[in-house]
């Protein structure tokens, strides 16, 4: 496949069902069948992910520039708003109670800091052309 070809309708058509089917799992595990946190912090990382990593309709060396750039400023910003609120947890331990965080949502985390990132990029870039 040429990476320069914007993808087919069928893959955005696929990946749409994909993250609707993952959306519902999440929200009946969590609301519906009162599951814990963790079963639906695992389909919402992997929403974030699915949409982060999906082909742009204008998918050139820009795109993945501003993907790669917004990855790397979502893991050190995800990392560091999840190490204060760690710091914070335990220094307000006493005072109130306080859940410990797992792998799955550091990941939600760095994931929506690198979504809103890119698409203010994009935007910014839709901007300067106008």
Do not use: C
């Amino acid at each position: 496949m040429n990476p320069s070809l914007p993808p087919s309708n069928n893959s955005g058509i696929l990946l749409k069902v994909l993250v609707g089917l993952q959306l519902m799992l999440a929200v009946g595990s969590y609301f519906f069948f009162h599951e814990a946190w963790p079963a639906a912090s695992v389909s919402i990382a992997l929403i974030l992910a699915l949409v982060f990593f999906s082909r742009e309709r204008t998918h050139d060396e820009r795109v993945e520039q501003l993907k790669l750039k917004a990855i790397s400023y979502g893991i050190v910003f995800g990392l560091v708003v999840m190490t204060v609120v760690n710091i914070l947890g335990k220094m307000l331990k006493g005072i109130a109670s306080w859940p410990a965080f797992s792998g799955f949502d550091a990941l939600i985390m760095v994931l929506l800091i690198a979504l809103g990132l890119f698409h203010y990029w994009r935007w910014q870039d839709g901007r300067a052309r106008s």
